[in-house]
């Protein structure tokens, strides 16, 4: 009682602190209409579409999702209403008639519609088009009518991007690849450990008899006497298994390996070659501080290397080993402040920090992040030497000015440093009652160096795109990107156990499990999307080692609540360091989850500057457990060997058919057939029962036009797997090469039987069917592709091809729309887009369809010029609405800033159309204007024409 009497008015702070946190999240996923969280509302559920999750990145673009349902009533109800919320824009078509809606600022409110008019007795159809730009369409929806409350469910059917129709799913429920799926994973947890326990026994009989032979130096006194002054040989032991790490896995680990790896080296390709900065939005990592690329480009120059050698890789995985080894060397360093006198405790954080999976597997990629890590783990060393020691020196506080500066400059996530560090150096200056002398070399002198460093990156940023930080998920940059799921739910933040059965890509799960998976192993493949390209680890002992991590996951959490009692008891400056730094990047890091609310996005590593108070609390568990009885650290030590040795061996890469099927798979997504034929060569030399191995080989094989050897590969890799769906697939593209059109077709539906989730099996049917003039087929088979992977540009344009080859126009528009938004570059989709939309403007569906299309076209001002200018010119009066023409081709001019010619006129031919002729002359004049300055002399002609239509108050008609 009394040592809470003393300690209550700081676990109240603490909790008030916590509890703020919580709020904030809370408003930001109730309330901000750019956060992608779905809220619990009483009754009705949110239902999405189910597609086949799809590990590859979405562009930000308009796609609308269709839910339907039929109903029927006794009676015509005297009183109904439909309580709706939908992410993001919805339309209600309740039989037949578009449902007037009140008009929300926020989707995530509630909207409450009057629908007794249009009900009827007997059966009532109704269809909900919900339209999201950087996620899935969701829907919630509760409809009452008299005795029916009919909710969103997954009674409902759903259509997306004009796909097959499928029963809806539960946006609460995750979903995870399925059979066929390119990122279905073929280890299961049982699998590895049967693999994996052979060696984990061998492991534990090395760890024990080291132990055994040490047991009498395991007495804490003389155990401490034999490390105290030594304990820089256990850093130097580990410095050397690193580099030969390293020095294995550089024979067989590809060029591109590693997250967003050929952004990180085209970034340090411009600086090498421009020798200037780009600007954010100049490539997709270039939203990134330079000096990583900086400092790899002038390494590469300084070795006269270009990117493009592969010496140049090997010299930049060689800096990032190094910044890894830099980075636990600066733990050890700090331990050795924050536990003076225990070497013990020293060492065993030092193995955490060195074996930890995260740091050793993103150490083999180009990647800012072991920088950033090592750089914030040298400030924080700096700055606990400041706080501890009584008296802080210049020097001291000029090196933690520097370090903060440069990891500031490295990556913008060090900025979450700099509150916990002002904290901590103000907190010891008010304890110490200093002096202003004290201030300034203590807290104004770092502060100034860090900013003198690093400021000035920020500003030029920030004058040029109106904020000082960039990321590349933002529109500005034009590289605005989404991933699945695309959206979050409350029990993302609480659902746990998939990473202990499921490991890899278990982020799908919910952020627990994916920080788990990230942390404790390579969970994302080295941000690869599918099962054969990832990096070729152990997996069979990485998997196995999630099982093994549970015992220093939970001596970190028991040594995170012995921290937190310290501190309400006693705080200190350097733990308000650690853990007040430990808050602010958590929290940081759920809000970037909530912002960009992809599985991806769910790393660990983001937190790798936080390794050091990890490892801190690491150590207080081991201390607190440990020291209670000999045995239990004798138990904790043979644990940790274990643990240990198993992360080092799972990072092993071995010379295997795996190995050489990866590079294999890498060379020819580099456009280097010979090269990757090669290895693929190498890999069935290995195992000639690798049914991969084969596969691969075909595949590559087929490239070089060597069929007769592609096709007997494939027959081999089918007779050793004849449930496998990929080799059913390479068997039919290399009978569909060889023109066996019959016999790809009947392999290509074998590939999709044995895989629904397999996009490349329904391709290969679509291809099939299409070369035997069967598009009626096709076109069933295209929509059946959509419902696994509903964007893909590159199949909406191939089933408007074929929709449009039987005389389906509608389909067709909609197919080439959703192309020419997925893909606004491809010119061929909006060619294709305006013939199709000229057979529909001849029907008397016409202005129906156009108006559907409109709905997509909210933000592409192509789309809208072109259903504008149908709308305001056609021929055919039923296909003309000139009130609808001004809006879009206003929401046109306003996307362009009123600097687009072809825009302002279209404008002006929609104001025409409405007898605004004064208004239209305008916009055909400026029109002329822009398109003379920018030597558009086509559009100029155009608005001439417009003008002399004008001129005789007559609106423009195109010619039929």
């Known amino acids: 009682m009394r040592a809470f009497l003393k300690t209550w008015p700081r676990t109240i702070a603490v909790a008030a602190l916590a509890g703020a946190i919580c709020a904030g999240f809370a408003w930001v996923c109730l309330r901000d209409s750019t956060i992608n969280f779905l809220a619990h509302h009483s009754r009705g559920r949110w239902i999405i579409f189910p597609s086949a999750v799809d590990t590859l990145a979405h562009p930000v673009a308009n796609l609308d999702a269709t839910f339907r349902r039929a109903f029927v009533l006794e009676n015509r109800p005297h009183a109904a209403e439909i309580k709706i919320a939908a992410c993001k824009q919805f339309q209600i078509d309740l039989n037949g008639v578009l449902v007037d809606r009140t008009k929300t600022n926020n989707w995530k409110d509630i909207s409450t519609i009057d629908v007794a008019s249009v009900l009827r007795a007997g059966e009532n159809i109704i269809e909900v088009r919900v339209l999201n730009n950087d996620g899935p369409p969701c829907l919630w929806l509760v409809l009452t009518a008299d005795a029916l409350t009919m909710p969103s469910d997954n009674s409902w059917q759903a259509s997306l991007a004009g796909s097959a129709w499928r029963p809806a799913a539960y946006a609460s429920i995750p979903r995870f690849p399925g059979r066929g799926n390119p990122a279905a994973v073929p280890e299961k947890m049982s699998d590895s450990v049967a693999a994996a326990w052979p060696l984990w026994l061998g492991f534990a009989l090395i760890g024990a008899t080291i132990l055994a032979i040490t047991a009498r130096a395991w007495d804490r006194h003389r155990f401490t006497q034999a490390l105290s002054g030594k304990p820089q040989l256990a850093l130097l032991f580990i410095a050397g298994l690193w580099v030969l790490l390293f020095w294995n896995n550089s024979r067989w680990i590809p060029l591109y390996a590693g997250f967003d790896a050929r952004s990180h080296l085209e970034y340090i390709r411009y600086i090498q070659e421009q020798r200037t900065l780009p600007l954010p939005n100049q490539g997709f990592e270039t939203y990134q501080p330079p000096f990583y690329y900086a400092l790899s480009a002038g390494v590469l120059s300084i070795c006269r290397l270009s990117i493009d050698q592969t010496a140049a890789f090997l010299v930049l995985r060689f800096l990032t080993m190094s910044f890894g080894i830099a980075h636990f060397v600066f733990i050890f360093l700090s331990l050795c402040l924050l536990f003076p006198g225990q070497p013990r405790l020293q060492v065993v954080g030092l193995i955490l920090a060195a074996f930890v999976p995260m740091q050793i597997y993103l150490s083999h990629y180009v990647t800012n992040e072991s920088l950033v890590a090592a750089l914030a783990a040298a400030a924080i060393y700096f700055a606990l030497r400041v706080v501890i020691r009584k008296q802080s020196s210049l020097s001291d506080s000029i090196g933690l000015g520097a370090f903060l500066g440069v990891a500031v400059l490295t990556k913008a996530t060090a900025i979450l440093l700099l509150p916990a560090v002002a904290g901590a150096l103000a907190m010891k200056l008010i304890a110490n009652r200093s002096g202003a002398v004290s201030w300034v070399r203590t807290l104004i002198v770092p502060l100034s160096v860090c900013f003198l460093l690093s400021g000035w990156y920020y500003c030029w940023v920030w004058a040029r795109f109106g904020t000082p930080l960039v990321g590349n998920w933002n529109v500005t940059t034009g590289f605005a990107w989404w991933q699945d799921p695309g959206y ?41 999307s599918d099962a054969v390209s990832r990096t070729p680890w152990n997996y069979s002992l990485m998997i196995g080692g999630y099982l093994l991590a549970l015992a220093p996951a939970a ?30 990047i958590a929290s940081a890091f759920l809000f970037l989850t909530l912002k960009v609310a992809s599985y991806a996005q769910i790393k660990a590593f983001y937190m790798l500057s936080a390794l050091l108070p990890l490892c801190s609390v690491f150590v207080l568990g081991w201390d607190l457990l440990a020291r209670r009885h000999r045995f239990l650290e004798f138990i904790c030590a043979l644990l940790l060997f274990l643990w240990a040795t198993n992360s080092y061996a799972s990072m092993w890469v071995r010379n295997s058919a795996t190995t050489h099927a990866y590079n294999a798979e890498r060379w020819a997504f580099e456009k280097k057939p010979d090269r990757a034929f090669s290895e693929a060569e190498k890999s069935v030399e290995i195992d000639p029962s690798n049914e991969t191995a084969h596969r691969v080989l075909s595949v590559t094989a087929a490239s070089l036009d060597k069929l007769v050897e592609a096709n007997e590969q494939a027959r081999r890799a089918v007779d050793l797997a004849p449930e496998n769906s990929d080799v059913h697939r390479q068997f039919s593209a290399v009978l ?24 490349g099996a329904y391709q290969m049917l679509f291809t099939c069917l299409r070369q035997s003039q069967r598009d009626n087929e096709a076109v069933n088979v295209g929509r059946d592709a959509l419902a696994v992977s509903p964007f893909d540009a590159e199949m909406h344009y191939r089933l408007g091809l074929a929709a449009g080859k039987i005389g389906d126009f509608a389909t067709a528009s909609d197919q080439f729309a959703y192309a020419m938004l997925l893909r606004p570059q491809i010119v061929e989709s909006e060619e294709k887009l ?60 306003a996307l362009t800033h009123r600097r687009d010619p072809q825009s302002l006129a279209t404008l002006a031919a929609a104001y025409a159309e409405m007898g605004r002729f004064s208004e239209a002359a305008n916009a055909a004049q400026h029109s002329i204007e822009l398109a003379e300055a920018t ?19 007559q609106p423009y008609r195109t010619q039929p």
Request: net charge neutral; hydrophobic share 45%.
């Open 736 to 759: 569909l090469k060889e023109g066996n059109v019959d016999q790809a077709t009947t392999e290509a539906r074998r590939a999709i039987i044995l895989g629904p989730e397999n996009p």
């Open 834 to 893: 305006k013939t199709a939309l000229a057979f529909v403007t001849k029907t008397s569906a016409g202005l129906l369809q156009l108006k559907k299309l409109a709905f997509l076209a909210v933000d592409s001002p192509k789309m809208l010029n072109d259903l504008a200018w149908l709308l305001a010119t056609n021929s055919d009066s039923w296909s003309r609405d000139g009130a609808e023409a001004v809006r879009l081709a206003e929401r046109a001019c």
């Open 555 to 584: 001596l970190i959490l028991i040594g995170a609540g012995s921290a937190l009692r310290r501190f309400l008891q006693r705080p200190s400056t350097e733990w308000f360091l650690l853990l007040g730094f430990c808050v602010i």
């Open 935 to 953: 030597g558009e002399s086509s559009i100029a002609a155009l608005g001439r024409d417009l003008l002399v239509s004008f001129q005789a108050s």
């Open 488 to 528: 979050h739910v409350t029990s993302d933040f609480i659902r746990f156990g998939r990473s202990l059965v499921h490991p890899l890509l278990s982020g799908l799960a919910g952020i627990p499990d994916g920080v788990y998976s990230t942390l404790w192993g390579d969970g994302l493949w080295g941000g690869l």
